[in-house]
């Protein structure tokens, strides 16, 4: 008995030791790492900072315990970093953000934190890793870069800083991509402002005529009279621009018939098929036999198709770890209701964008002006159908839209 | 009122009351927008001027106003040739005629352009008849 519990004393003790040993071991590579990093509990209770971590904050290891490092994050950055940090935690996923550091003589810095979950052999998470990178150069030089793009020519100086220049001139081209993008938008408000300024000049300038007909000794009576019929006239007229603008968008009338789906889907593919060849897309179809007619317009429903097949290209445009695979299916479902699904493998949607992408003017392209999907949503719902995103099972995104089928459309739709 | 088929012409404005049409500058309205053409003349004679409107720069031109526009009042925008076309082309044909640009387009970069090329003014429509007005002045000061 005494033999036995010395035995396990001293197992555990070993164990203990051993531990202790990786545990310091653990602590000295870190240490030893030429960077910032640190570790914290599953739950996400910060228990280390290597000295790098300490030297640049200028703390004791003890104030920066738990979530005490937060008090060295910019006030600013604060809530979010918190927030990605909790997001991480409760996903077991890791991430990354950034925020602004404070250097031990009060300089703030920007850094990139980014960390790992390490797990056991069961797949449990024992621990958070966790590396905070020194990235103020380089935003820095990606401000600088934006600034000398928008019309500030200067000069890059070394070659260390060439490379750091490099990275911020692809920051800098796609926030010129927004720009660009920005600048469509303009464009469109411009040509609306020109399309209702005219009319509204021609009110002021006959208004104007009419009050001094008015005025006039002896007053122009019949002049007044045809400037004002004038003013009500471009009146009706800058009421029209606005008519028509709605149309645009969504009163255009719709013609009607009887609509073989599958059809109209092959002609979007045949139309479609150069342009996904060029982006490496395989396509395949899974069109349902015998499926009902649908009552609609062809072609906004051709238009519908065709911005859901080049949204699922464009979202495979960066992938080269697997084939660029798309998907499109027909099926008709339970409630007299034909449903078109477009399956890609890309880069997919977030979660919580799931709804935000049929926003108008909401985009993750760098070109386009985000009203693909808005316009496409429209036009299903004037179908009397619903348009949808899911996560694809695995990478990439499913959009899908059922309308009604047959003489259940044919009551419905006016 | 007759003219010369193709050719507009600057005779026969309505004589304004208390006043000859001969001793009313003339200015010349170019804008492709028909309501403009139509409703600006009446303001600009209610201000006391001989007024022509044009749809296009190269009915100005082939006008027989040229020499007689004291003030052309041009909109920047057209199809064909543009408002600062016509500025150019004056300029080449050494007809120095004080030019008032006006467009609907709210467009910042276009002002300093036409006003560096010598125009008198640059004025976003809608604009008032005061600031019309106002122009107008300083163009036949100019002149």
């Known amino acids: ?414 | 009122m007759d003219a010369a088929p193709g050719v507009a012409h600057c005779l026969a404005m309505e004589p304004p009351p208390g006043n000859s049409a001969a001793e009313r500058p003339l200015l010349s309205i170019v804008d492709d927008d028909e309501s403009v053409r139509e409703s600006l003349p009446d303001l600009i004679r209610e201000l006391g001027f001989a007024a022509r409107a044009f749809s296009s720069a190269e009915e100005f031109l082939s006008s027989d106003c040229v020499d007689q526009t004291r003030c052309l009042i041009l909109d920047v925008f057209m199809p064909g040739m543009t408002g600062p076309d016509l500025q150019r082309e004056l300029k080449l044909r050494r007809r120095m005629i004080p030019i008032v640009f006006m467009t609907a387009r709210r467009n910042e970069t276009i002002r300093p352009q036409v006003l560096e090329q010598g125009a008198v003014e640059c004025l976003f429509k809608p604009f008032s008849d005061t600031a019309l007005l106002e122009a107008i002045k300083a163009a036949l000061h100019a002149n």
Not at chain 1, 201 to 207: D, F, V
Not at chain 1, 222 to 233: C, L, N, S, V, Y
Not at chain 1, 342 to 355: A, H, I, K, S
């Open chain 1, 1 to 414: 008995m005494k033999k036995a519990t010395s035995i396990d004393i001293g197992y555990r003790r070993r164990a203990e030791a051993a531990l202790r040993a990786r545990e310091s071991e653990f602590c000295l590579i870190l240490d030893a790492i030429p960077t910032v990093a640190w570790s914290a509990q599953p739950d996400g209770f910060a228990d280390f900072f290597n000295q790098q971590y300490l030297a640049y904050v200028g703390l004791p290891l003890e104030q920066l315990q738990g979530s005490g490092w937060t008090v060295a994050v910019h006030p600013d950055d604060r809530q979010d970093l918190a927030a990605t940090w909790h997001l991480m935690i409760s996903s077991g996923k890791p991430g990354e953000a950034e925020a602004r550091l404070r250097r031990c003589d009060g300089e703030y810095r920007w850094f990139q934190f980014r960390a790992n979950p390490m797990r056991d052999g069961s797949g449990s998470i024992i621990k958070w890793l966790g590396i905070s990178t020194d990235i103020e150069d380089q935003k820095r030089a990606q401000a600088g870069l934006t600034a000398q793009i928008g019309g500030h020519p200067g000069v890059i100086e070394n070659a260390t800083q060439s490379k750091v220049a490099e990275q911020a001139l692809d920051r800098a081209r796609s926030e010129l991509a927004h720009v660009a993008r920005a600048t469509t938008l303009n464009a469109l408000t411009a040509s609306i402002a020109h399309e209702i300024n005219q009319p509204l000049s021609g009110i002021i300038t006959n208004a104007s005529t009419c009050l001094r007909m008015l005025h006039g000794d002896p007053p122009n009576i019949d002049g007044a009279r045809e400037t004002a019929r004038r003013t009500i006239r471009d009146g009706n007229r800058a009421s029209d621009v606005i008519t028509r603008l709605r149309t645009l968008f969504s009163n255009k009338e719709f013609a009607l018939e009887p609509l073989d789906l599958n059809k109209a889907t092959r002609e979007v593919i045949a139309l479609s098929s150069s342009d996904l060849l060029r982006n490496r897309v395989i396509l395949r179809s899974e069109l349902a036999e015998n499926l009902p007619l649908v009552i609609g317009d062809r072609v906004p429903l051709q238009q519908v198709i065709l911005n859901l097949v080049r949204n699922a290209s464009d979202a495979m445009l960066g992938v080269d770890d697997r084939p660029r695979q798309l998907l499109i299916r027909t099926r008709r479902e339970a409630d007299d209701r034909v449903r078109l699904s477009v399956q890609d493998v890309g880069t997919g949607v977030n979660p919580q964008d799931l709804e935000k992408v049929f926003e108008a003017f909401y985009t993750t392209k760098s070109s386009g002006m985000g009203i693909g999907l808005f316009v496409s949503r429209s036009i299903i719902e004037r179908h009397h159908g619903r348009l949808w995103a899911e996560s694809n099972n695995g990478p990439g995104a499913i959009f899908s839209f059922s309308i009604p089928c047959g003489s259940k459309a044919r009551t419905r739709l006016v």
